[in-house]
Nanobody
Framework: QVQLVESGGGLVQPGGSLRLSCVVSGNILSINAMGWYRQTPGKQREWVTT???????NYRDSVKGRFTVSRDDTNDIMTLQMSNLKPEDTAMYYC?????????WGQGTQVTVSS
């Protein structure tokens, strides 16, 4: 079993920055890739970014150049640094972790971008 706990969400003005964290515990040796999704009411959850065990990263086009994902395997934390935030980034953000089989999810943290 793997447990994921997100934090760092909040209210920020357009153009501002936020840093989300995802603390990982449990059978962490089983984890391969990790990343983030987001979801707004009435819409499907959408993929945001992935980071592999080797540190390789991928981002959805709309966040490239603004979001940066990183992982600290020593302290079992993944972070998402978000800059130049836009109102359309408003969503509940969920971290995930992929073991060999299946996927684990955190409970989510709300990000609201508004003036």
């Amino acid at each position: 079993q793997v447990q994921l706990v997100e934090s760092g969400g909040g209210l920020v003005q357009p153009g501002g920055s936020l840093r989300l964290s995802c603390v990982v515990s449990g059978n962490i040796l089983s984890i391969n890739a990790m990343g983030w999704y987001r979801q707004t009411p009435g819409k499907q959850r959408e993929w945001v970014t992935t980071i592999t065990n080797g540190g390789g990263t991928n981002y959805r086009d709309s966040v490239k150049g603004r979001f940066t994902v990183s992982r600290d395997d020593t302290n079992d934390i993944m972070t998402l640094q978000m800059s130049n935030l836009k109102p359309e980034d408003t969503a509940m953000y969920y971290c995930y972790a992929d073991p060999i089989v299946g996927r684990y999810w955190g409970q989510g943290t709300q990000v609201t971008v508004s003036s």
